[in-house]
Structures are given as C-alpha cells and as structure tokens.
C-alpha cells in the first residue's frame, strides 16, 4: 500500500508541455503568494497569456487559495478559555 | 520607547503587558490549534498550554516583534512535542481516506453522485465549505500545517519557515505539494457534483 506521501509526490508530478511550463509551475505558489521577485513575476506572466495549460493552472492555484480562505469557518473561541488563561496567569508568581 | 524587559516589571506590568500584546491573538491561536488537533477540548488544552509557556518565557519576548508568529512557534512546538504524544487522538490523519481516494478513483463515481443527489436542497457554500475542510483534514499534519499558516492565518514563507524550524525551500516545496494534492481531490469532487469549472 502506498503512503499518504507517495501520493502527495505522485499529485505533483505532472506532466508539462515544455520545460517553460514546468518553470511556471515552480512558480505558482509564490505568485499566489505575493512572495515572487519583480523578475519572477513579469516572466511568469508574460508566459501565462500565450499558454492556456498554465493560464488554468494559474487559476486553479488562485482559486483554491481563495476558497480555503473563504470556505473553512473559524471557530470562536470558549469564553471560559480566556477567563481560564487570566486567572491562571494572575496566580502565577 | 521603553525597553524594560517583562524580568524588570512588576508582576502588574508583566500582566497588562501580557495580556495587551499576547491575548488579543488567541483567536488565531485557538483556530490554528483546532485544525491541528481536530477537537475543540484538545484545541483548548492547547491554547491554554501554549500561553503558559508564554508567561513563562515572556522575558525573552522583545516587545514589538512578531507576537504572533512567536505565539504561533510555541504552540507548534507544544503540539510535536508534548501534545501529540498524550493526546487522546495523535496525529488523527486519515490515511485510509487518502488511500480509498485513489484505489476507488473513477469506480465510484455513480454512487457517489447517488448519494449527494439528494443533498442538492443544501447550500452549495455549506457542501463546498464542508467538503473543503474534510479535503484539508485528511492531510498529513506536515502539510495541513503550511496550508493553514499560509491561506488561513496569512503568514509569509519567512515567518513560516521561523514558526516551523524548516528551510524556506521546504515550506515551498510542502505547500505546492499539499496544494496539487487539494486541487486534485476538489476538481473530482466538483466533476461529482457536476459543476466542473474547467469547462468554459
């Protein structure tokens, strides 16, 4: 049987059209990211209007970045928890 | 700009400095601890362990700096280290969901369209939302970790890579892999559902 890792390895490995697009794809987290350089950014788009694999790519990337942030509800937190740390802390030496 | 160290403070001063700087991030803080451990008592446990440790280190804590991330970087540590090795559900991955996935992969599609044709009456923001949370729950910890630091709490690589004690390659390398592995089990359950985006 496989490991959860394997398949996490496998996922990743996809077969791309030319060694550009395999660049582009290294790229896609940071441009979602906000995290790639100036440089990174204008040969990443600049790829991104004439090939439509990575065009899609690219959405997809953007897309599930925004429906994790927008689909995953945020707990509130027990109002006992907060009452429970101050009084702890202030008991403390 | 004073730069009393919490050692030089009187007890009050620790506190209200404490409690000013640290507790307003305890909302982050208890959501990151529930999507680690999967259980609102063991989340709690752990929020709470985390701002001990806090208090008690607090000296070392440079006023002005990322309380967040270090905030983060303790309850992280808490959780490897102490945490999952008493809790009453460890790692709790879902392997065999993980497993079945890819086994089942194309066999199942019928049934599985059977069984969500009748909860169309639903929010497809509820289904979506749902089915987005089990798709992250069912990563291995390593991984759900940078997704929730990166996505959800809007941490950078930097910050990251100092919270978790890797390289930044490797945060990198672990989203982009947790990233294709999520794309991948969404896009079949979008097919499922029978709105697929990739037909424009």
Redesign the interface.
């Known amino acids: 049987?496989?490991s959860?890792?394997t398949?996490?390895?496998q996922?990743?490995k996809?077969q791309w059209a030319t060694p550009d697009c395999e660049k582009i794809v290294?790229l896609?987290?940071?441009i979602v990211?906000g995290?790639a350089t100036h440089e990174d950014k204008n040969y990443f788009f600049t790829h991104v209007e004439t090939c439509k694999e990575c065009f899609?790519e690219h959405e997809?990337?953007q897309?599930?970045?925004e429906?994790?942030?927008d689909?995953?509800?945020?707990?509130a937190?027990?109002s006992r928890?907060?009452t429970?740390?101050?009084s702890?802390?202030?008991a403390?030496? | 700009m004073s730069d009393q160290r919490g050692s030089q403070l009187s007890?009050e001063e620790k506190?209200s400095r404490?409690?000013a700087e640290l507790?307003p991030i305890?909302?982050s803080l208890?959501?990151f601890a529930?999507?680690l451990t999967l259980d609102?008592d063991d989340?709690?446990d752990l929020?709470?362990e985390t701002?001990?440790k806090a208090?008690?280190f607090f000296e070392y804590f440079e006023q002005g700096t990322n309380a967040k991330a270090w905030l983060f970087r303790i309850l992280k540590n808490s959780f490897i280290n102490d945490f999952r090795k008493k809790s009453k559900q460890p790692a709790k991955?879902d392997?065999s969901e993980?497993?079945s996935y890819?086994n089942t992969e194309g066999n199942d599609n019928d049934a599985e369209i059977a069984s969500t044709s009748d909860m169309r009456s639903q929010s497809v923001?509820e289904l979506?939302?749902d089915e987005?949370?089990s798709a992250?729950n069912s990563l291995?910890v390593d991984?759900r970790t940078v997704?929730i630091l990166?996505?959800?709490e809007g941490f950078?690589?930097e910050e990251m890579a100092k919270i978790l004690d890797i390289p930044i390659g490797t945060v990198?390398s672990r989203?982009?892999?947790?990233?294709?592995?999520?794309?991948?089990k969404?896009?079949n359950y979008a097919k499922t559902m029978g709105y697929n985006?990739?037909e424009e």
């Open positions: 049987m496989k959860t890792a398949h996490l390895n996922v990743s996809k290294s896609l987290d940071m990211d995290e899609s997809k990337h897309r599930l970045k429906v994790l942030k689909s995953i509800q945020r707990k937190v027990p928890l907060l429970s740390i101050k702890v802390i202030h403390t030496a | 007890k506190d404490f409690e507790l305890i909302d208890y959501n529930f999507r609102e989340a709690n929020v709470q701002y001990l208090y008690r991955v392997y993980v497993e890819y923001q979506i939302g987005v949370a992250l291995p991984f997704i990166c996505d959800l950078t690589y990198r989203l982009h892999r947790a990233r294709n592995f999520l794309k991948e969404l896009e985006n990739d």
